[in-house]
């Protein structure tokens, strides 16, 4: 387990990457499922993240789908 700042600092760097086509979703798929234990509430947020990577894993996704993976990402670094 990394620092909650470490966290919330990675998260809003990985949204804002993805978001602006800078990362392939594959890419913030894996990143999510690495993540470790985090106490809350931002475990209960990284929990969520991970079971909705691993639930839309095919390619290509809508545009919804990728709408639902900013609002995770942007729950993670959330106060």
Request: net charge positive; glycine share 6%; with cysteine.
């Given at each position: 387990?990394?620092?909650i700042n470490d966290l919330v600092a990675s998260a809003k760097?990985?949204?804002d990457r993805y978001?602006?086509?800078r990362m392939e979703r594959e890419t913030v798929?894996?990143?999510v499922l690495g993540l470790g234990?985090?106490?809350s509430p931002h475990g209960e947020r990284v929990r969520e993240a991970m079971e909705w990577f691993r639930l839309h894993n095919h390619e290509p996704v809508s545009e919804d789908i990728v709408l639902v993976d900013i609002d995770r990402?942007?729950?993670i670094s959330a106060p």
């Open positions: 387990m990394k620092s760097t990985v949204c978001r602006a086509g798929r894996e990143w234990a985090y106490p990402l942007k729950a």
